[in-house]
T-cell receptor, first 109, second 112 residues
Framework: EDQVTQSPEALRLQEGESSSLNCSYTVSGLRGLFWYRQDPGKGPEFLFTLYSAGEEKEKERLKATLTKKESFLHITAPKPEDSATYLCAVAIYGQNFVFGPGTRLSVLP | ETGVTQSPTHLIKTRGQQVTLRCSSQSGHNTVSWYQQALGQGPQFIFQYYREEENGRGNFPPRFSGLQFPNYSSELNVNALELDDSALYLC???????????FGQGTRLTVV
């Protein structure tokens, strides 16, 4: 069965304290891995797309990496405005996105 | 370029009633997907429309149905509402399979 898990479930950081979020997947026929940010009560906001193992993407304080079994979202020197739920999703051949449950990130000033 | 818009933003319905949610896709996008997101969980895929035809469906019963119109806007219909249908319903559009999808702000449905 295709499955996406994320860890940790919740993460609390001090402003400036760097960390990483993990997304692990067991799927047949990965067609892409996507990271989204979601603020409470709002729709997910697109961050990154990764297609191949070894690929990396960066945007401001965020960097996403991909291996054959997992992806990491690295957050460098986070600020309070980075507080949100971070979702990863995989695109599978013949299907739509399968989302993980998300990691709730809180960055304290 | 306008983004994905959904209406209404909030809705309260009684168990057993029917509801229609609406979505306007992003300009140039011909594929629309619908997701259900329960509180504290990731979105769950309901179905997808491509050029007015359903071309993918998740594990949802037939009382969840939809339409896509020639301008690529879409509707999600849910019949015989149940309490467990209370959730945030998200619409997403994209221009090509396996590319990023852009989401609307969602419709919060509460069934009482």
């Amino acid at each position: 069965e295709d499955q996406v898990t994320q860890s940790p479930e919740a993460l609390r950081l001090q402003e400036g304290e760097s960390s990483s979020l993990n997304c692990s997947y067991t799927v047949s026929g990965l067609r892409g891995l996507f990271w989204y940010r979601q603020d409470p009560g709002k729709g997910p906001e697109f961050l990154f797309t990764l297609y191949s193992a070894g690929e990396e993407k960066e945007k401001e304080r965020l960097k996403a990496t991909l291996t054959k079994k997992e992806s990491f979202l690295h957050i460098t020197a986070p600020k309070p405005e980075d507080s949100a739920t971070y979702l990863c999703a995989v695109a599978i051949y013949g299907q739509n996105f399968v989302f993980g449950p998300g990691t709730r990130l809180s960055v304290l000033p | 370029e306008t983004g994905v818009t959904q209406s209404p933003t909030h809705l309260i319905k009684t168990r057993g009633q029917q509801v229609t949610l609406r979505c306007s896709s992003q300009s140039g996008h011909n594929t629309v997907s619908w997701y259900q997101q329960a509180l504290g969980q990731g979105p769950q895929f309901i179905f997808q429309y491509y050029r007015e035809e359903e071309n993918g469906r998740g594990n949802f019963p037939p009382r969840f149905s939809g339409l896509q119109f020639p301008n690529y806007s879409s509707e999600l219909n849910v019949n015989a509402l149940e309490l467990d249908d209370s959730a945030l319903y998200l619409c997403a559009s994209r221009y090509k399979e396996n590319t990023e999808a852009f989401f609307g702000q969602g419709t919060r449905l509460t069934v009482v």
